[in-house]
Nanobody, 122 residues
Framework: VQLQASGGGLVQAGASLRLSCAAS????????MGWFRQAPGKEREFVAT????????YYADSVKGRFTISRDNAKNTVYLQMNSLKPEDTAVYYC????????????????WGQGTLVTVSS
């Protein structure tokens, strides 16, 4: 599976962005998908995940209620809608796929995209 993330950019606090992650491969629908982020000088952290089987979602507390993960299996694409962005959301955002239905630990993800930079100014 190859993943290509896009949609990052520079926005002001309170704005919205939608990230996309396009996946190659015929079995996209059978992978759990997740978004992670890494801010400068910090470790990569979990943001959100969506199950391939149930469509169930799970979010980090820091983004719950502001971010929404979704997937379109017909388009082999997973999205991250980010609303009410804050300066602390500034990071490189990565999409990843997992053989598990859902996963929070990055060690349980097997394929990673190249990342897209989101910068939120105050």
């Amino acid at each position: 599976v190859q993943l290509q993330a896009s949609g990052g950019g520079l926005v002001q606090a309170g704005a919205s962005l939608r990230l996309s992650c396009a996946a190659s491969g015929r079995t996209f629908s059978r992978y759990g998908m997740g978004w992670f982020r890494q801010a400068p000088g910090k470790e990569r952290e979990f943001v959100a995940t969506i199950s391939w089987s149930t469509g169930g979602t799970y979010y980090a507390d820091s983004v719950k209620g502001r971010f929404t993960i979704s997937r379109d299996n017909a388009k082999n694409t997973v999205y991250l809608q980010m609303n009410s962005l804050k300066p602390e959301d500034t990071a490189v955002y990565y999409c990843a796929s997992s053989y598990y239905s859902t996963a929070v630990d990055p060690k349980n993800y097997h394929y990673w995209g190249q990342g897209t930079l989101v910068t939120v100014s105050s």
